[in-house]
């Protein structure tokens, strides 16, 4: 069966990994992380697309993949249309900061975001922003050297940087005015839950975007088969994952072992 191929600058992108493994298990995915190439939130516009466009290319022409997962905001601010349009023939997913479901939970109607730069920056960013409702309001927080701090394992810098941007935010509670919702606008993030949850107190719902990203695969991947009935018929039970990075095996090797329990093989390409 073709794999689902899936990327992001990093191991963020595992979190989104994860989730399509609980929602799909009897789907083989592909996944590479462009950390020789990272971070993408840091990075100017052009160098995300043109490095979006490089990973989907490969994802499809060499592993055959028939949908694309961008498991990174970041990139999918920059690069999701141009992606649609390389391979319109493809489902291609992408993700993005969950304000909707962030604002349906809130009761203080403040809502704390964490993202990159770019993501915040972003054209696309800024449309989700003002399409949502007013009576909710929105703090937003670039965290410039969290992703890379995640990739590298470094707990000292992940809490001194959480401890950070999450006193940039505000204060935090279920008093009038306080944060009481906070959305994990970038994958990377998701790795960093406990830390987060430790500075904010457990009455502080975080929302990352893993669940929905993976549900929303499943629903164009059911219509695409439905569309296509003769797909349906050799459909093979071949459940894997197989990881590629452009950077430090280990780095993913390791991440992996820790957050997808283990997973196949882990190989280095080097791409564009
Ligand atoms: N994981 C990526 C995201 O969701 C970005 C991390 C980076 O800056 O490379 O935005």
Known sequence: MQPIGVFDSGVGGLSVLQALRLELPHEHFVYVSDSGHAPYGERDVSHVLQRSLAIGDYLVHSHGARALVVACNTATAAAIAALRAAHPALPVVGVEPALKPAAAHSRTGVVGVLATRGTLASDKFQALLQAQNTQVRFVLQACDGLAAA???????????????????????????????????????????????????????????????????????????????????????????????????????????????????????????
């Not at 590298?152 to 279920?174: M, N, P, S, V, W």
């Not at 990352?208 to 003769?230: F, I």
């Open 150 to 272: 995640i990739e590298h394992d470094d707990a000292a810098q992940i809490q001194a940087l959480c401890a950070r941007y999450t006193a940039k935010l505000g204060h935090f509670g279920a008093t009038p005015d306080a944060i009481d919702t906070v959305v994990l606008g970038c994958t990377h993030y998701a790795f960093a839950t406990g830390v987060l949850q430790n500075l904010l107190g457990p009455a502080v719902v975080l929302l990352d975007a893993g669940k929905p990203v993976a549900q929303r695969t499943h629903s164009l991947l059911a219509q695409s088969m439905a569309e296509n009935a003769a797909s349906t018929d050799d459909q093979e039970k071949t459940d894997g994952v197989e990881l590629w990075t452009t950077g430090a095996v280990d780095t993913l090797r390791d991440a992996a072992q820790r957050w997808l329990c283990g997973a196949g093989p882990v190989r280095h390409v080097v791409l564009g």
